[in-house]
C-alpha cells in the first residue's frame, strides 16, 4: 500500500521528539525495578562510572550504573558474574537507546553468599566475637568428647576412627544435628547448647566434611555464632576442607582445616605420649639413682667425720698422755730420790768416819723429814694431775654431741650434712633431717621460727 502524505490532524515526530515521548512513557510505566542476568561488555571508564550489558540466553539490555553508586559495592563487578541490578528503565535520546540507569548492583548465587559472609564477618569481629582473648584454652588431657555433625556422614566416621587410634582413653559423645539445608543451623544450635549443658564433655567438637559454599551455608548463620561464642566448653570446629572457611570457624576458639584434623586438635597422641613417659621415667629413674649415691657419700663422709670427732678418741688421748705425764713424773721423782740417797749416803759415810753421835741423829732427823716431804710432794703432784684428767674427761663428755643426743637432744641438718643453727635457715617447705644417737629422722619445715 502506497504511503499518502498525513493530515492536518496526524501528528509528525521528529527523531527528537519521538525518543523523548518514548523516554516519557517508559520512565512513567516502569518504575525501579530488579532484573537477574549475567555482566558483558564491561566498561569502566576514568569518570568512575560503569557501563555493561545485562543479558540471559535470549536477550541483553545496555546498563549504566553511575559513579555516585557504584562507589559503595562490596564487590568488584567483572564479566561473566552473575548479578542482580536495580534501577529504572530509560532512553537515551541523542541515540535513542534503550537502557537500565542503575542505583544499585548486588551478586547473585554463589557471589551474593559470600557477599553476605563477608558483611556477616565484618559485623561479628566488630563486636569482638573473634578476638584472641576470648577465645578458650582447650584441655590437654580431655576425658570426654562431644562431637556435633550428622550421624551418617563420613565426618563422624573419620572422627571416631581417629579419637579411638590416639585418645583411646577418653568417652565419645556423637550430638546429631542436619549439616546442610534449612533445618542445619536450628539443629547444629540445638546441639551445641544440649553439648554445652549436660556437662558431660570437656571439648566439643564442630564438623562436617567438604562441600560447596551453599553446602556449608549453615555453619555461617549468625544465630550459630552467636551460640558458639557463647559456649562455656571449649570448641573446635572442623568444617569442609582446608580451602573452606566459614563464621564458625572465626568464632570457635580453635578452628582445624577438616574433620580429621579437628579429631587430632582435640587429642593427645597416646603412643607419643607413651613414648614420652618412657623416656621421662628412664631420665627420673638415673636421676633418683644419682641423688641416691650422693646422699649415701655424704653419709659416709659424715659417719667418718664423727668417727674422727667422737670423745672417747679424745679421752684415750687424753689418757695416754697421762701414762706419759705419770711414767714422767715416776722416772723424775726417781732420779731426785736416788740423788737424795747418794748425797745421804754420802753423809752417812762421812758421818760414820766422823762418828759424831749428835750430828747423825741430826742428819737422820733431816733425812726422814726429807723424805717425808718428797714422798707428800710427789703424791700431791700425781693427785693434781688426777683431778686435771678427771676435770677434763668430765667436760669432754659434757660437751660430746653424742651425750647431748643420749639426753633426748637432735641436731636438725640440711640435705647435705651442714648442721641448721640459725632461724633464717628455716623456711617453710624445706626438707631437713634429724638427728638422734642411734637414728635419723627426714622431716619439713611447716612454718618460718621467731626468734627467741
Not at 183 to 202: E, H, I, M, N
Not at 389 to 410: D, H, M, Q, V
Request: glycine share 8%.
Amino acid at each position: 500500500m502506497p504511503a499518502t502524505a498525513p493530515g492536518p490532524e496526524t501528528p509528525v515526530y521528529s527523531p527528537s521528539e519521538i525518543n523523548r515521548e518514548v523516554r516519557t512513557h517508559l520512565e512513567a510505566g516502569f518504575p525501579r525495578l530488579w532484573l537477574r542476568g549475567e555482566i558483558s561488555n564491561l566498561a569502566r571508564p576514568a569518570s568512575g562510572h560503569l557501563y555493561f550489558s545485562l543479558k540471559d540466553a535470549r536477550a541483553q539490555i545496555r546498563c549504566a550504573l553511575f559513579r555516585g553508586n557504584s562507589a559503595g559495592l562490596g564487590f568488584r563487578p567483572a564479566n561473566g558474574d552473575e548479578v542482580l541490578v536495580r534501577g529504572r528503565l530509560s532512553l537515551y535520546e541523542p541515540r535513542g537507546d534503550y537502557q537500565l540507569i542503575a542505583d544499585g548492583l548486588l551478586a547473585a548465587g554463589a557471589g551474593a553468599l559470600q557477599q553476605a559472609f563477608e558483611a556477616l564477618k565484618k559485623k561479628l569481629e566488630g563486636e569482638g566475637l573473634f578476638a584472641p582473648e576470648r577465645k578458650q584454652a582447650l584441655p590437654a588431657w580431655p576425658r570426654r568428647i562431644a562431637v556435633v555433625t550428622s550421624p551418617s556422614g563420613a565426618a563422624v566416621r573419620d572422627i571416631l576412627d581417629v579419637l579411638a587410634r590416639r585418645w583411646p582413653l577418653a568417652r565419645v559423645r556423637v550430638y546429631a544435628s542436619p549439616v546442610q539445608g534449612d533445618a542445619a543451623a536450628p539443629g547444629l544450635r540445638r546441639a551445641l547448647l544440649a553439648a554445652d549443658r549436660d556437662g558431660f564433655a570437656d571439648v566439643v567438637l564442630l564438623a562436617r566434611g567438604g562441600g560447596s559454599i551453599e553446602d556449608l551455608w549453615a555453619f555461617n548463620d549468625e544465630a550459630l555464632a552467636r551460640t558458639i561464642a557463647a559456649l562455656e566448653t571449649p570448641l573446635i570446629s572442623g568444617v569442609g576442607h582446608e580451602t573452606d572457611f566459614t563464621i564458625a570457624d572465626f568464632v570457635a576458639d580453635v578452628r582445624a582445616p577438616t574433620p580429621t584434623a579437628a579429631a587430632v586438635a582435640a587429642t593427645p597422641d597416646g603412643l607419643e605420649l607413651k613414648r614420652r613417659v618412657q623416656v621421662l621415667s628412664g631420665q627420673v629413674a638415673t636421676t633418683m639413682q644419682r641423688r641416691i649415691d650422693g646422699l649415701a657419700q655424704g653419709l659416709d663422709h659424715l659417719d667418718r667425720r664423727l668417727q674422727s670427732r667422737h670423745p672417747r678418741r679424745h679421752i684415750e688421748e687424753l689418757a695416754r698422755r697421762l701414762d706419759v705425764a705419770r711414767l714422767q713424773v715416776e722416772r723424775a721423782t726417781s732420779r731426785v730420790i736416788n740423788t737424795r740417797l747418794q748425797h745421804l749416803n754420802g753423809l752417812d759415810r762421812r758421818l760414820a768416819a766422823a762418828a759424831p753421835a749428835r750430828t747423825i741423829a741430826r742428819l737422820e732427823q733431816q733425812r726422814m723429814s726429807l723424805n717425808g716431804r718428797l714422798r707428800r710432794a710427789v703424791d700431791q703432784q700425781l693427785e693434781r694431775a688426777q683431778a686435771r684428767l678427771g676435770t677434763a674427761g668430765r667436760a669432754l663428755n659434757a660437751a660430746s654431741p653424742l651425750n647431748i643426743l643420749e639426753r633426748g637432744y637432735a641436731v636438725v641438718r640440711a640435705t647435705d650434712g651442714t648442721a641448721l643453727t640459725r632461724p633464717d635457715q628455716f623456711q617453710p617447705g624445706r626438707e631437713v633431717g634429724l638427728l638422734f644417737r642411734d637414728f635419723e629422722v627426714r622431716a619439713s619445715v611447716l612454718d618460718k621460727p621467731e626468734s627467741l
